[in-house]
């Protein structure tokens, strides 16, 4: 396969998100009315590829890059209906293991329509990806594999095989529930992105402050970058340099920010495929992910751009 046509693989979670629109987040014991209902496919991976899938549709045609995803699926009608999203979306599916007789996780969210603030109850009892479920793809046809923080003691097993194969694909991860497990992970991207609640978790106040404090704990080389909401972003380059991007918020105020740390980081891989530097690349991230906060889900995003 020739370089320039190997594809983005995401390696993470995918479920059923369960969406209720509220004018305002309920007290507790309160009884509210829900403005909308909503089903849509959700988790960290399946919503990058969502907007990678649409940045690479812009391209020339021998620009386009393919993307995938790898996870875990159950059966029943959630995961008909999220397969069916996947399709629509041209995100390839076929490598993920399937466990039938289990449901697929979900997630019920709270949208608050006054801010665009979301909160989330996630519940699973479906498997984490192994690395067997990893180690049979063909490295080759990817030259970007990015991995969501989840279960570390696999995710170490699936990155260290990328190394010992001949393949050299650039390796991401993404470090942002508050669990100090995933801190082994710091050490293996050669992209880190790092989340202001994982952030925040170790203490830090700022994401100059997270890009120093884990330059440390990172890979020799590797790039660090740290979202934090309407303060922007900042990336720390191979030699130790910050470059930072202003938040770009949407004309006309927050409406759904579900998502939009998966739509930031989709934006920076995006530009980094193509070679791009960091701090654009990292502007492009923040402006994407402004647009995806002014709108309800991920469709259309780059209608605006």
């Known amino acids: ?25 309920p007290k507790e014991d309160e009884d509210i009315r829900a403005s909308g209902q909503k089903w849509a496919k959700g988790g960290n991976a399946a919503n990058t590829l969502s907007v990678l899938v649409q940045l690479e549709k812009t391209q020339e045609e021998g620009e386009k890059r393919p993307c995938e995803l790898l996870s875990t699926l159950g059966g029943g009608i959630e995961t008909d209906y999220v397969l069916a999203e996947l399709d629509e979306s041209r995100i390839d599916h076929a490598h993920c293991r399937v466990y039938s007789s289990q449901k697929l996780p979900t997630s019920f969210v709270l949208l608050n329509t006054s801010n665009g603030s979301r909160t989330i109850i996630h519940h699973r009892n479906l498997p984490e990806l192994k690395f067997e479920d990893f180690k049979s793809l063909d490295l080759s046809k990817y030259n970007w594999i990015h991995f969501e923080g989840r279960n570390p003691d696999e995710t170490v097993a699936m990155v260290r095989h990328i190394r010992q194969s001949p393949y050299s694909p650039v390796v991401s991860i993404e470090l942002e529930k508050k669990r100090p497990e995933l801190l082994v992970l710091a050490g293996l991207a050669d992209v880190l992105f790092l989340s202001k609640e994982h952030a925040s978790y170790h203490g830090y ?101």
């Open 1 to 25: 396969m020739a370089a320039d046509t190997k594809g983005a693989l995401c390696v993470g979670l995918v479920c059923l998100d369960i969406i209720y629109s509220v004018d305002h987040y």
């Open 205 to 305: 106040q700022s994401p100059e402050e997270t890009c120093l404090k884990f330059r440390d704990k990172a890979k020799e080389n590797a790039i660090l970058i740290c979202a934090w909401g309407e303060r922007g972003a900042v990336a720390m380059d191979a030699t130790g340099e910050l470059c930072k991007s202003d938040a770009f918020p949407p004309p006309g105020g927050l409406v759904d920010t579900l998502g939009a740390g998966d739509t930031f980081n989709a934006g920076v891989i995006h530009k980094l495929m193509r070679g791009v530097p960091l701090h654009e690349a990292i502007v492009f991230g923040c402006k994407i992910a402004g647009i995806k906060c002014g709108r309800e889900g991920f469709y259309n995003l780059t209608d605006d751009l």
